[in-house]
């Protein structure tokens, strides 16, 4: 069977405050210069060391709750003693470190010294993603598929959640130099931002060094300890800008492919007239169904100015549209040229759920075929195999039960494949996960998509039941192998039954597991 999946990863108990100086790079002092709790003798021996090393620490600014911080109001912290003290009764901090900082107002706490020039580092490109409607599974999926490194830290807010990248090499801010470095990490992060906003909602509006929620124990759902090189990042910026400059506005048809007016056709009329169209229902959101729309526009060779006015039209009917950014990114999505039609499946369930179920979808699978090689599209089929798997476990699954059970056959007849091309799927798709119980006629095969099962985890974490760290691992594409954050504070919990079926690839669990 192998190794088993155990021995291949590293546990390491990590409190908040060592996060932080992970973060932050050690840059603020260890102790408070001014009544420090640690013993006298260690207080001294590390002034001593302080005298000895020419870099100067920093400082971070902490606030106690966002209506505060909307008033400027917060703390300076100088050490990661004071922040160990702090951290639990604070909801913001900035992880990028200042030079120094005062007070307008002492008595107030009016907090002085936060703007972009006094910064002394920065250690961290900070995303926010605003809303709980998202699928952060697509987020990993997306730094994988872009050459980004995985994120090193991911908390979740009252709104939504915030992805922090350690960088290895700070960029050291520095006025002689007319801050540059200040420019480049802004244009780092910004670039970052707008690449990962085609997988994820992220706020490209957000002020890239500024205030981030600070970690604790109630809102860290993953952690993971390797920075991210910051040469190859700048290295991948510029490579990114190149090829944002070529493809501006550039919209790609097919010269082989003999365009079909999907626009003219009575499922599209359907679903446009179609006002009632709400969010949240997997494959067939409002999202869902701008996509399918402006892809029908696509495939029929529409210019892209005449298919943005008709279906912003749309959008501006719906009774709860979808934000002008969010619209957009799914126009230009559809246009790109990364896809090659609506598909059936799609089309099918949008109009069973908000239309009167009169217009029919007339025609083949719904792929408009490309003339490439026989070898593509073989590989396009399986694609589409592993589109129609996931549509249908999106409907029929959950976080709370992420796999679906029944024997191979019998899944492969519900995805109406062979057994053969099932087990070829899942064995070609980074998006499944298949397990076998059992042997022969009684086996129980149990399949479930990465992203639930991603969902599934992150809830269970946020109910406090303790994950292992193997249970993401599992998840995460090779070589960013996930490591989750375990508390040294927290007791060691039973595994559920939905973790404990991820060890039946091969590996037995531990008897004892901590998280």
């Known amino acids: 069977m192998g190794t088993p999946i155990a021995a291949n990863y590293k546990r390491s108990l990590l409190s908040i405050v060592e996060i932080m100086q992970f973060m932050t790079h050690s840059s603020l002092r260890l102790y408070k210069k001014k009544g420090s709790r640690q013993p006298l003798n260690r207080v001294v021996e590390y002034e001593n060391t302080m005298n000895e090393n020419p870099h100067r620490k920093g400082v971070v600014f902490v606030s106690p709750c966002k209506a505060d911080l909307m008033e400027g109001k917060g703390y300076i912290v100088t050490s990661y003693e004071a922040l160990q ?45 605003d809303t709980k409607e998202v699928d952060l599974y697509a987020l990993y999926l997306g730094c994988e598929e872009l050459g980004l490194p995985r994120p090193n830290l991911l908390l979740e807010t009252p709104r939504g959640f915030q992805v922090f990248f350690v ?28 690449a990962l906003k085609s997988y994820v909602p992220v706020d490209t509006g957000c002020v890239p060094f500024g205030f981030y929620r600070i970690p604790r124990e109630d809102n860290v759902l993953d952690f993971y300890d390797q920075p991210a090189n910051t040469s190859q990042l700048l290295t991948w910026s510029k490579q990114y800008e190149e090829k944002e400059n070529r493809n501006f506005l550039r919209v790609v048809y097919n010269k082989n492919a003999s365009a079909i007016d999907q626009t003219s056709s009575d499922w599209y009329r359907a679903l446009i007239r179609a006002t009632h169209i709400q969010k949240g229902h997997f494959g067939s959101s409002r999202n869902n169904a701008l996509m399918t729309l402006a892809l029908a526009n696509y495939a029929s060779e529409r210019p892209l100015e005449e298919a943005y006015d008709e279906l912003d039209q749309f959008n501006s009917n719906l009774y709860q549209p979808l934000k002008k950014g969010e619209f957009e990114r799914i126009i230009r999505s559809a246009y790109s040229g990364k896809y090659k039609g609506v598909k059936r499946s799609y089309v099918e369930d949008l109009l069973e759920l908000w239309t009167d179920g009169q217009a029919q979808f007339k025609g083949s699978e719904g792929w408009y075929k490309f003339k490439k090689p026989r070898e593509e599209r073989v590989r396009s089929h399986y694609e589409e195999w592993e589109e129609d798997i996931i549509a249908y476990l ?19 007849k519900t995805f109406g494949m062979s057994v053969s091309t099932l087990k070829e799927v899942c064995r070609q798709s980074s998006k499944l996960k298949k397990f076998t119980i059992g042997r022969g006629r009684g086996a129980i095969t149990k399949l479930a998509s990465r992203s639930m099962l991603f969902r599934s985890l992150l809830m269970l974490r946020k109910n406090s039941i303790l994950q292992a760290q193997l249970s993401f691992a599992e998840l995460l594409p090779e ?29 037995s669990p531990p008897d004892k597991m901590t998280s």
């Open 167 to 194: 960088l290895e090499t700070p960029f050291h801010i520095h006025k002689k130099q007319d801050y540059k470095a200040l420019r480049v990490a802004e244009r780092l992060s910004e670039n970052m931002r707008k």
């Open 394 to 412: 999106n409907t029929h699954t959950s976080p709370e039960t992420p796999f679906l059970e029944a024997s191979l056959s019998s899944l492969a």
């Open 85 to 129: 003290e702090k951290y639990g009764t604070l909801t913001h901090w900035t992880p990028n470190t200042y030079r120094g900082g005062t007070y307008y107002d002492f008595k107030r706490r009016i907090i002085k010294g936060h703007e972009r020039e006094n910064l002394k580092q920065i250690n961290v490109i900070s995303l926010d993603i």
């Open 479 to 507: 070589p960013n192998q996930f490591v989750a954050l375990q508390f040294p504070t927290l007791e060691t919990e039973l595994l559920t039954h939905e973790v404990d079926i991820l060890y039946r690839s091969g590996a």
